[in-house]
């Protein structure tokens, strides 16, 4: 019996993705990659966090979004499952504004980062 939770997520764009842990100084590993669980049990991963206790945590490609794969019992991370996700979330919608925006001609004309956690991004795009 499998001890792995599969979360889902709206993640679909691996390199916003990266960005995101990257952001949270999270270490992170390319994949594909294995995940560790309880009992030596694994399972393939496209981007992998090493855990100190043996344990990792992944997200996986399921066809449609990055899933995140993980034995909830040995999770090892500062924030609880939720917010750790919340926080990826945040900085991944902030990549991905951010690269969409730039594809369209936009630019950061102003960049706040609130005491809450939240971003009030102001764009701008000049027309000829």
Excluded: C
Aim: overall charge neutral; proline content about 1%.
């Amino acid at each position: 019996m499998s001890h792995f939770s599969q979360i889902k997520t709206q993640i679909r764009n691996l390199d916003a993705l990266k960005s995101a842990l990257t952001d949270l100084k999270v270490d992170w590993k390319t994949g594909p990659q294995t995940v560790r669980g309880y009992q030596q049990q694994v399972r393939s991963a496209d981007v992998v966090v090493k855990q100190g206790n043996g344990y990792d945590l992944g997200f996986s490609w399921n066809g449609k979004e990055y899933e995140l794969v993980t034995d909830l019992d040995f999770w090892q991370q500062n924030l609880s499952v939720n917010g750790f996700l919340n926080q990826v979330t945040q900085r991944y919608a902030y990549h991905t504004v951010m690269h969409e925006t730039a594809q369209q001609g936009f630019q950061v004309a102003e960049q706040q980062e609130n005491a809450d956690g939240s971003i009030r991004l102001v764009l701008q795009r000049w027309s000829a």
